[in-house]
C-alpha cells in the first residue's frame, strides 16, 4: 500500500495536466507605428510565459502572418491566447469568430486585453454564443452583398455610373509587375509610374495565383 506524497501525486496523476495552463501572447505592429515593447511589455505583465512578435512592412503582405500562426500551433487544450485587442490578430468579424470558435472547440481561450473579451469566463455559453456571432457575421455579409447588388441594378436601370476604381491600362500593370519582378520597392513603383500605393499593392495581389 501507497503512503505519503508519492501516493497522493499518484492518486491524482489524471488531473495534473489539467492544473497547467499558459498564457501565449500575440504581438503585431506595422514597421512604420513600431510601439511592439509597448505590447510585449503589457502582454508579460498579463502573464505570458512566451510572446510571438510580428512586424509587417508595407512591401510585405499584410495576410501572412507566419508568427501568428506559431503562436496557434503553440497553444494547447486548456491555454489562452492573449491579445492587446482584437485587431492585431484579426482584419475581419468573420475570420475573428471563425478562429476563436475554432479556438474554443479544442478548449483553448481567447482574451483580450482591452476588456472585450475573456473567453473563459464565458465556460460553457461560449459554444452556444460563438456559433451563433458567426451566424450573425454570415447574414450581415450577405444583406451587405444583397444590397450592393440592388444598387448596381438600380444605377444600370436609371443609366447611371457605376463609380468604382478608375481601371489602369494593361500596359501600366504590365510595367508594375515587371518593376517589382525587378526588386524595385512599392516607393520607387510609385515614382517609376504615378500610381497609388494602394494600387500597386492591388495590381500585384491580384496578380498572384489564389491558393485553394
Do not use: W
Not at 175 to 193: A, D, F, H, P
Amino acid at each position: 500500500m501507497r503512503n505519503g506524497p508519492s501516493r497522493f501525486l499518484a492518486d491524482r496523476k489524471p488531473f495534473l495536466g489539467r492544473l497547467i495552463s499558459r498564457s501565449i501572447g500575440y504581438s503585431r505592429t506595422s514597421f512604420v507605428s513600431g510601439a511592439n515593447d509597448s505590447q510585449v511589455c503589457a502582454l508579460k505583465e498579463a502573464g505570458c510565459l512566451k510572446i510571438f512578435q510580428e512586424a509587417i512592412t508595407h512591401q510585405q503582405d499584410e495576410r501572412r502572418r507566419p508568427q501568428f500562426e506559431a503562436a496557434l500551433s503553440e497553444l494547447n487544450k486548456g491555454d489562452e491566447l492573449v491579445l492587446i485587442k482584437l485587431g492585431i490578430a484579426f482584419k475581419s468579424l468573420k475570420e475573428c469568430i471563425d478562429c476563436i470558435n475554432a479556438l474554443q472547440k479544442k478548449g483553448i481561450y481567447v482574451r483580450t486585453l482591452d476588456g472585450l473579451i475573456n473567453t473563459r469566463c464565458l465556460g460553457s455559453f461560449a459554444v452556444q454564443v460563438f456559433p451563433l456571432l458567426a451566424g450573425l457575421a454570415d447574414f450581415e455579409r450577405s444583406l451587405v452583398q444583397e444590397r450592393a447588388f440592388e444598387s448596381i441594378q438600380r444605377r444600370k436601370e436609371v443609366g447611371g455610373s457605376l463609380g468604382g476604381r478608375p481601371r489602369i491600362s494593361s500596359e501600366r500593370e504590365g510595367l508594375v509587375l515587371r518593376l517589382r519582378g525587378e526588386g524595385n520597392s512599392y516607393r520607387s513603383i510609385r515614382g517609376q509610374t504615378g500610381l497609388a500605393l494602394s494600387t500597386i499593392r492591388r495590381i500585384i495581389v491580384e496578380s498572384k495565383p489564389e491558393i485553394a
